[in-house]
């Protein structure tokens, strides 16, 4: 069974950065695109942010782009998040994804997505 696992959320300071990373095991990792998704209090989840298997292609939703950059190191099976100037309104809870299907490439569609971690906590202060 594949496990995801996120960490390194927290609370912060609007204006602060905050990096996420994310770790998979059982199945091959630079097979498959992964994504950061989002989901606050009352809201839909939401794709922050995509990246293809080999790292080339990334999608950023348009909240987060020139603050947000995500990233993958498929030689330590890691993808990261990387936040920076925060806003209150970032704040949620932040899932780590993978798609179903390997070498695809469906830019953030929710439905694309398969496996997904239990959620790591962001919190922005104003």
């Known amino acids: 069974q594949v496990q995801v696992v996120e960490s390194g959320g927290g609370l912060v300071q609007a204006g602060g950065s905050l990096r996420l990373s994310c770790t998979a095991s059982?199945?091959?990792?630079?097979?498959?695109?992964m994504g950061w998704f989002r989901q606050a209090p009352g809201k839909e989840r939401e794709g922050v942010a995509c990246i293809s298997h080999s790292g080339k292609t990334t999608y950023y939703a348009d909240s987060v782009k020139g603050r947000f950059t995500i990233s993958r190191d498929n030689a330590n099976d890691t993808m990261y998040l990387q936040m920076n100037s925060l806003k209150p309104e970032d704040t949620a809870l932040y899932y780590c994804?993978?798609?179903?299907?390997?070498?695809?490439?469906?830019?953030?569609?929710?439905?694309?997505?398969?496996?997904w971690g239990q959620g790591t906590q962001v919190a922005v202060s104003s």
């Open positions: 059982r199945l091959t990792f630079d097979d498959y695109a």
């Open positions: 994804a993978i798609e179903w299907q390997s070498y695809s490439w469906r830019r953030c569609n929710l439905a694309a997505f398969g496996y």
